[in-house]
C-alpha cells in the first residue's frame, strides 16, 4: 500500500458527504502522532490498496477545522484520524482501529485495555510540539489563522461553540510560543511541559517494561491492535527525542530521557523497524 505522505491534500471543502461513499474513508495526516496508529493497522491487517479510500486532510494548514469537514466526519473535535463508512463516522483513534480490526482480512488478538492506559499517558498535540519548537510555532500560528478564517464563514454558526474554545486554546499556547503570555502563564505552562515529560520519563523507564509481553509483540509474532498504539507512540516519543526511525530512534529517546532503555524495549523497537508496515509509514522520518 503505497504511503499517504506522496498523497495530495484533500481541499476538506469538496470532500463528498459519508452516505456517497462507496468504501471506507480514512481521513488523515503523515505527520500525526495518531493517524499512524490505523496506518500501521491497515498494513499489518491484509487490507488491499483499495480497501480504503485515505483523505490527507492537512493539520499544519488547520484543514480539520473547515466546517465541511467538521460536518462530514461528524467529529466534534475536528481531530484526526477519523473514519467514515457508509454514513457511519469513527472519531478517535481507539474508534477507528477497532472497526480496522474487527474488519481485517487477516485476524490479529483485540486491543486491551493497555490502549486506554498509553492513550493516558501522553501529551496533548501543542504541548508535545514544544519539544519541536520550530515546527510548533508554524503550526499554532497556522491553526489560530485557520480558526479565524473558517470561523467567520456563514457555514461556521452551528460550531460557533466549537471555534470559540479552539480559538481561546490555541491561543493560548500561540501566545506562550511568541512570549507575548504574562510571565506568570509563561512558567505555569512550562512547569506543567515539564511534569508531563517527567511522567512520561517514569512510565517509559519504571512501567513499560513490565507491561511489555515475553514475545515480540502483544499479538505474539505478529502485531495485535495494542502494538499499533504502542508503536505510533514510541515513534512519537522517539521523534521529540531528535531520533530516526531505525534503532538510532532508541538511542535518541535514551538520551533524551537521561536513562538505559529496558532491554525489552529497545528489541520491541527492533521488533517494529525490521517490518515494512513501519519502513513506508515513517518513510520520511518519525513523527
Known amino acids: 500500500m503505497p504511503s499517504t505522505n506522496s498523497r495530495p491534500t484533500t481541499n476538506p471543502t469538496r470532500c463528498p458527504p459519508p452516505s456517497t461513499m462507496s ?3 480514512l481521513f488523515t495526516y503523515s505527520h500525526s502522532v495518531w493517524a499512524s496508529v490505523p496506518e500501521l493497522a491497515i498494513r ?3 487490507y488491499a490498496p483499495d480497501d480504503i479510500e485515505n483523505r490527507v486532510i492537512n493539520l499544519r494548514q488547520g484543514e480539520n477545522f473547515a466546517p465541511p469537514f467538521l460536518n462530514i466526519t461528524k467529529n466534534p473535535k475536528g481531530t484526526l484520524p477519523t473514519m467514515a463508512v457508509a454514513g457511519q463516522s469513527y472519531t478517535s483513534t481507539e474508534e477507528v ?10 485476524p490479529v488478538k483485540p486491543g486491551t485495555s493497555f490502549i486506554a492506559k498509553i492513550h493516558e499517558v501522553q501529551r496533548s498535540d501543542n504541548e508535545l ?6 515546527f510548533a510555532a508554524d503550526f499554532i500560528r497556522n491553526r ?26 490555541n491561543g493560548y499556547f500561540l501566545s ?16 506543567q511541559s515539564t511534569s508531563h515529560w517527567n511522567n512520561l520519563k517514569q512510565f517509559i523507564s519504571e512501567e513499560l ?3 511489555l509481553p515475553d514475545t515480540t509483540f502483544f499479538g505474539g509474532g505478529h502485531p495485535s491492535e495494542d ?21 538510532d530512534g532508541v538511542r535518541a529517546l535514551e538520551n533524551g530521557l537521561g536513562i538505559e532503555l529496558h532491554p525489552k524495549i529497545s528489541a520491541y523497537w527492533g521488533a517494529w523497524c525490521s517490518r515494512k508496515s513501519w519502513q513506508e509509514v515513517y518513510a520520511t522520518g518519525l513523527h
Do not use: C
Not at 97 to 106: C, E, N, Q, R
Not at 233 to 247: N, P, S
Open 23 to 25: 468504501k471506507p474513508v
Open 44 to 46: 499489518e491487517l491484509g
Open 97 to 106: 482501529t477497532s472497526y480496522l480490526v474487527k474488519h481485517a482480512p487477516k
Open 129 to 134: 510540539e514544544q519539544k519541536a519548537a520550530t
Open 144 to 169: 489560530q489563522d485557520a480558526l479565524g478564517h473558517y470561523s467567520s464563514q456563514p457555514n461556521a454558526a452551528l460550531y460557533k461553540a466549537f471555534y470559540d474554545s479552539k480559538l481561546a486554546s
Open 176 to 191: 506562550i510560543y511568541q512570549g507575548t503570555a504574562p510571565d506568570f502563564d509563561k512558567r505555569a505552562f512550562f512547569q
Open 209 to 211: 517494561a513490565s507491561l
Open 227 to 247: 502494538d499499533f498504539h504502542l508503536a505510533a507512540w514510541l515513534a512519537r516519543m522517539a521523534f521529540v527525542a531528535g531520533g530516526g526511525k531505525e534503532q
